[in-house]
């Protein structure tokens, strides 16, 4: 992918991030950098040199034996008991919850973001932990063989088991769901910062915050070039932004790529209104 130097330097140093491959891609890093869109004067370098000070701290804490239950005790100690950490339930869907620099200020965020945090820690202590994103919630879990247990990073780090992910499920939705085995999945970090920005992208056009909603495609689209239903979107925000040139070009691709889409005749009908737009 050759880097647009066009586009602002967050977005040309979040490019360079996610070209690397996906082993490699530092999580932190890359959020910090989407984060620098909407705070331009933010230092990426001093939030990373945060989480580096935060991890010498649990380190310091660990036992000699470092068996993973005693691990998580230790870190949801220091995390949520000693440093203040928590979910935000009140404020939930404020944008700021999505951006790690005001996570790491603030000490509050989202499943996602506060898992980010728990695993940028984990990843500097030299304990693997993967992401798991579970349909409605964002949960960890160690990255060991046969390990059975999840971190509920939203709630103070508490530990589940599968039987009590689907209740946390059943909870959330508010009615019985069964647990389905690609929901404990782990996800890689192309999907963890995608599912962040949807978050953004969901919140900006709740708040008719249009152009803040386009940026977030542009970005799920730089991660998954080839997704169609982000392709869409990015036309049907162009259109509310009257660019109509743009507009007619993502939607006719959608068309072109999906003639038989559930939603053909409202794009149809949405094409035929840019033909008239002044």
């Not at 239950?69 to 979910?87: E, P």
């Not at 939705?173 to 647990?179: E, H, I, K, S």
């Not at 949807?198 to 689209?221: M, P």
């Not at 993502?250 to 035929?272: G, I």
Request: one cysteine or more; proline letters at 7%; aromatic letters at 10%.
């Amino acid at each position: 992918m050759v880097v647009d130097m066009s586009f602002s330097p967050a977005r040309q140093q979040f490019i360079q991030e996610i070209q690397a491959p996906e082993p490699q891609i530092d999580l932190a890093k890359a959020a910090l950098y989407l984060a620098q869109e909407e705070f331009p004067e933010l230092e990426p370098m001093a939030y990373l040199n945060a989480l580096d000070t935060m991890a010498v701290e649990i380190q310091e804490r660990l036992p000699v034996e470092r068996y993973p239950l005693r691990v998580l005790q230790v870190m949801n100690q220091y995390l949520f008991t000693d440093l203040g950490f928590v979910g935000s339930r009140e404020n939930y869907y404020d944008p700021d919850n999505s951006y790690l620099n005001q996570v790491i200020d603030r000490r509050t965020g989202i499943p996602i973001t506060l898992s980010l945090v728990y695993l940028a820690l984990a990843q500097r202590i030299d304990f693997p932990m993967v992401g798991i994103g579970m349909p409605g919630h964002f949960l960890i879990r160690p990255d060991f063989a046969d390990a059975g247990i999840y971190v509920d990073a939203f709630n103070q780090g508490e530990i589940l088991f599968p039987v009590d992910c689907e209740a946390r499920l059943s909870q959330i939705y508010g009615q019985p769901v069964q647990l389905q085995p690609e929901f404990l999945e782990p996800v890689g970090s192309r999907q963890f910062l995608a599912r962040m920005l949807t978050n953004l992208k969901v919140i900006y056009v709740n708040q008719n915050q249009i152009d803040k909603a386009l940026g977030a495609v542009e970005r799920i689209l730089l991660l998954f070039p080839e997704a169609l239903s982000e392709r869409r979107d990015r036309g049907l925000l162009y259109y509310q932004l009257d660019q109509w040139r743009e507009a007619r070009k993502d939607l006719e691709f959608y068309l072109a790529k999906m003639p038989s889409a559930p939603d053909e005749q409202v794009v149809r009908r949405l094409l035929e209104r840019i033909d008239w737009a002044p």
